[in-house]
């Protein structure tokens, strides 16, 4: 089945740095999908994308839909504390199909140093 | 405007036995998906429901099931529970499927 490999799997960074993440697959997706979760939350949606090759940003946060519809990335920049969390990518709707279905990443454990 | 509402948030059952989970999707969406997340295997899908039919399962064997109603709610069931069925299972709702899924605080069941 399809598989998103997602790294790198944790960061420890300084308060102010910039942070980067990303996710590639071994097929395409029409939709890319970024969530951030709490302990003991739900994933939260950060940035959708929903064409190839688009940026799109959400405040600190940048991310863009890769040109090969196989990968996404995920910035953020001058990180704050409250940034700590999972970070998750997720690809949806494999083109030629009817499977809504979000497939998950591993997730990137994001930890900040204040 | 309410979010996604799991209850209960958390749950302990004894093996064997049977659970039912419940989620209120957020007003106006009528896809809902519901997902399994465990630290080792991570976020998996288990079926999404799109006006009341079940549209996509995921694989997980005959014991999940699950149903949406008129009004869009959606409840799952698991049957003879077992030790692995522990984890956390959340709910999403989105207008009609092409949008980003909000996801609920979850439900936390414990078989023991």
């Known amino acids: 089945g399809q598989q998103l490999n997602q790294s790198p799997q944790s960061m420890f960074i300084q308060e102010g740095e910039d942070v980067s993440m990303n996710c590639t697959s071994s097929s395409i997706f029409n939709t890319w999908l970024w969530y951030k979760q709490d302990p003991g939350e739900g994933p939260v949606l950060l940035i959708a994308?929903?064409?190839?090759?688009e940026l799109t940003s959400n405040g600190r946060l940048t991310a863009q839909f890769g040109i090969t519809r196989k990968d996404s990335f995920l910035n953020i920049s001058a990180s704050i504390p409250s940034d700590v969390g999972i970070y998750f990518c997720a690809g949806q709707r494999p083109p030629g199909g009817s499977n809504y279905k979000l497939t998950f990443g591993k997730g990137t454990l994001l930890t900040v140093n204040p | 405007k309410a979010g996604v509402t799991q209850t209960p948030r958390y749950l302990i059952k004894t093996r064997g036995q049977q659970v039912t989970l419940s989620c209120s999707p957020i007003?106006?969406?009528?896809?809902v998906s519901w997902y399994q997340q465990t630290p080792g295997q991570g976020l998996q899908f288990l079926f999404e429901y799109f006006s009341e039919t079940q549209r996509n399962k995921g694989n997980f064997p005959g014991r999940f099931s699950g149903r949406q109603f008129s009004n869009s709610r959606s409840e799952m069931n698991v049957s003879t529970l077992e030790l692995g069925d522990s984890a956390l299972y959340l709910c999403?709702?989105?207008?009609?499927?092409?949008?980003?899924?909000?996801f609920g605080s979850g439900t936390r069941l414990t078989v023991v």
């Open positions: 994308l929903y064409k190839a090759g």
């Open positions: 007003s106006g969406h009528r896809s």
């Open positions: 999403a709702s989105s207008p009609d499927r092409n949008y980003g899924y909000t």
